[in-house]
């Protein structure tokens, strides 16, 4: 029975925090992206990020981002300079080749900042992959 089910595994999908510089403010912000490397779209993405360290919390936040082209990418949200102190994590789920994927992603504590940053395809920006 439980061997018949398969659960796919999602792949070429990916969460990255990148440093951009924000007009309006004349600084520059951390920002949450959804990264498709898939040569198919994803669609009906749903994000869900919480940051954590112990009994420190932040909110729930839930983002529903509709649809991904192949090879590109969507602004999730801009994460605030004193989240980053926490572990951020994003559960992305979505809909591709008409199955249901879902996968946790990670930014450990203190990890995004300045000297960590790479440069991240697609984007074409200096930022930080989750794990």
Avoid: C
């Avoid at 040569?39 to 420190?56: A, C, D, H, Q, W």
């Avoid at 602004?75 to 809909?95: R, S």
């Avoid at 450990?108 to 920006?125: F, G, H, R, Y």
């Amino acid at each position: 029975m439980k061997k018949d089910i398969k659960i796919p595994v999602a792949k070429d999908v990916y969460v990255a925090i990148i440093r951009e510089w924000n007009e309006e403010f004349l600084d520059k912000d951390w920002n949450a992206y959804i990264i498709n490397s898939r040569v198919t779209p994803i669609e009906l993405i749903m994000v869900v990020s919480k940051g954590y360290e112990g009994n420190r919390k932040t909110s729930i936040m839930r983002h529903s981002i509709g649809e991904v082209a192949a090879k590109s990418y969507k602004k999730i949200e801009v994460v605030q300079g004193d989240v980053l102190a926490l572990n951020n994590e994003f559960y992305v789920t979505y809909y591709a080749d008409n199955k249901l994927f879902e996968k946790r992603f990670l930014f450990e504590q203190n990890s995004v900042k300045e000297s960590n940053l790479i440069t991240i395809p697609i984007l074409d920006k200096e930022g930080i992959y989750a794990k």
